[in-house]
Nanobody, 125 residues
Framework: VQLQASGGGLVKPGGSLRLSCEASGFTLNRPAIGWFRQAPGKEREAVSC????????YYPDFVKGRFTISRDKTKNRIYLQMDNLTPEDTGVYYCATDLGQASCYALRHDGPSDWGKGTLVTVSS
């Protein structure tokens, strides 16, 4: 299992970014897969999740309406569209999964087993 995140960068408050995560070694049609972030001095937190077997998504309240997770089956990739970004969204963003977990609830509470390298998102004027 390999995950490669990309698309981070510097953006001004109110701006948008789209992160991409390329998956290899498995197919995005069963496990839950999510995006997590770690801000400086804070614990890592989930910002979105997709149960790939039934397309159920999860978003915490602090990103609802601003972040959207999606999947491209042909490319075996997931994306995180982030709009109306604020400085509080600054952090290193990771995509992560666990081939034994099909639900986002389990992925969030038991924790992923496979993590990609993160991509840095900086929101600053």
């Amino acid at each position: 299992v390999q995950l490669q995140a990309s698309g981070g960068g510097l953006v001004k408050p109110g701006g948008s970014l789209r992160l991409s995560c390329e998956a290899s070694g498995f197919t995005l049609n069963r496990p839950a897969i999510g995006w997590f972030r770690q801000a400086p001095g804070k614990e890592r937190e989930a910002v979105s999740c997709l149960s790939t077997n039934n397309d159920i998504t999860y978003y915490p309240d602090f990103v609802k309406g601003r972040f959207t997770i999606s999947r491209d089956k042909t490319k075996n990739r997931i994306y995180l569209q982030m709009d109306n970004l604020t400085p509080e969204d600054t952090g290193v963003y990771y995509c992560a999964t666990d081939l034994g977990q099909a639900s986002c609830y389990a992925l969030r509470h038991d924790g992923p087993s496979d993590w990609g390298k993160g991509t840095l998102v900086t929101v600053s004027s």
